[in-house]
């Protein structure tokens, strides 16, 4: 079993960064290929991006891609999002999710484990 908690999210201005935490617990963290999503009011959830065990794979959503990193520390159970150039359009709950296999998948049914998800508002 997995837990996963996010934090670093919070309300910030068209233009602006946040850094998205996820601290995991359990063992076998580093095997476990990561992923961040994000849901919108009244839209499906999606994959921002995503990890594989080792932090040398990575997979960005086109509209992230230049803005948006993926990274991890396996040392400490934690993977994070930096988001740069924050746009209003970024608004949503952000979810951080865990998958057993070793490879990477940007699909919901792709992750075994999810967190609570913390709110990120980017206003005009």
């Known amino acids: 079993q997995v837990q996963l908690v996010e934090s670093g999210g919070g309300l910030v201005q068209a233009g602006g960064s946040l850094r998205l935490s996820c601290v995991a617990s359990g063992r076998t963290f580093s095997s476990y290929a990561m992923g961040w999503f994000r849901q919108a009011p009244g839209k499906e959830r999606e994959c921002v991006a995503a990890?594989?065990?080792?932090?040398?794979?990575?997979y960005y959503a086109d509209y992230v891609k230049g803005r948006f990193t993926i990274s991890r520390d396996n040392a400490k159970n934690t993977v994070f999002l930096q988001m740069n150039s924050l746009k209003p359009e970024d608004t949503a709950v952000y979810y951080c999710?865990?998958?057993?296999?070793?490879?990477?998948?940007?699909?919901?049914?792709?992750?075994?484990?999810w967190g609570q998800g913390t709110q990120v508002t980017v206003s005009s």
């Open positions: 999710a865990a998958t057993s296999t070793y490879v990477i998948s940007s699909t919901v049914r792709g992750y075994n484990y």
């Open positions: 990890i594989n065990w080792k932090g040398d794979v990575t």
